[in-house]
């Protein structure tokens, strides 16, 4: 990865890109916003739209790169800069490759399933006909920060449901009667082993929900990659 960051003119595109992940986060979708700027001018924007629309192809940077292209009027963004917050997954990094954009800003990296060097490195190939320049960490701290925060506020949302539920079962179960029974077998089912059973609630429900691997390596790991590279 090389160049150069621009503060403060890169910055506040980063920031208008941050500002399109918390649109994701409010609809309850990872928050991951995009920007591509041309110019000196926005000429498209995304956010992560994937449980909203219900297709993996809702990636920011995909939403973003439609919106320029329709701009452009064209199919390749060449000349243009795409500021991402979070790393480019395998699709997000071909379309970019696809689309000649020759620079791509990067908040934060995706340890598990980044292509601008994380796990591959799509970006910089020179097999292809094109290959992208990368500046890593405008704004990290924040992009990070966003997703571990947005992991955070799920895995309590799911605690608390839990909670709930085991709270509304003795309730049941005190009311006593033909229910007591069926209500016990639920509340005490051996479904995992006792380790897996702790240590599921919040990680393996994650990931469950989540359904992505962009989505695994929130809590932690990626702040840490953030710094690094910082
Ligand atoms: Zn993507």
């Known amino acids: 990865m090389s160049g150069t960051i621009q503060q403060p003119i890169e910055m506040k595109y980063m920031k208008e890109a941050i500002r399109q992940a918390k649109k994701a986060a409010a609809l309850g979708d990872v928050p991951i916003g995009c920007v591509i700027e041309y110019q000196g001018k926005i000429i498209g924007r995304g956010y992560n739209r994937r449980m909203a629309d219900k297709t993996v192809l809702a990636h920011a940077e995909i939403l973003a790169m439609k919106k320029a292209c329709k701009k452009m009027g064209d199919w390749r ?3 243009c800069t795409m500021y991402v917050t979070l790393e480019p997954c395998p699709m997000c990094a071909g379309a970019i490759v696809q689309a000649r954009i020759p620079r791509v800003v990067i908040g934060c ?3 598990k399933a980044g292509c601008a060097g994380s796990v591959l ?11 992208a320049e990368t500046s890593v960490g405008l704004c990290g701290e924040e992009c990070s920060r966003m997703l571990s925060d947005f992991f955070k506020e799920l895995r309590k949302k799911k ?6 539920e085991k709270a509304g079962a003795k309730d049941a179960e005190k009311a006593g009667g033909n229910g007591t029974e069926k209500i016990r077998t639920s509340s005490q089912l051996p479904v995992k082993p006792v380790g897996q059973e702790g240590h599921g609630d919040g990680e393996e429900d994650l990931q469950g929900a989540a359904d992505d691997p962009r989505q695994e390596e929130q809590p932690g790991t990626d702040s840490e990659a953030c710094q690094q590279e910082l």
């Open 121 to 131: 490195d799509l970006l910089h190939q020179e097999g292809f006909n094109h290959q």
């Open 159 to 164: 605690a608390d449901k839990k909670a709930g």
């Open 77 to 79: 963004l060449e000349d």
């Open 109 to 111: 990296l995706n340890p």
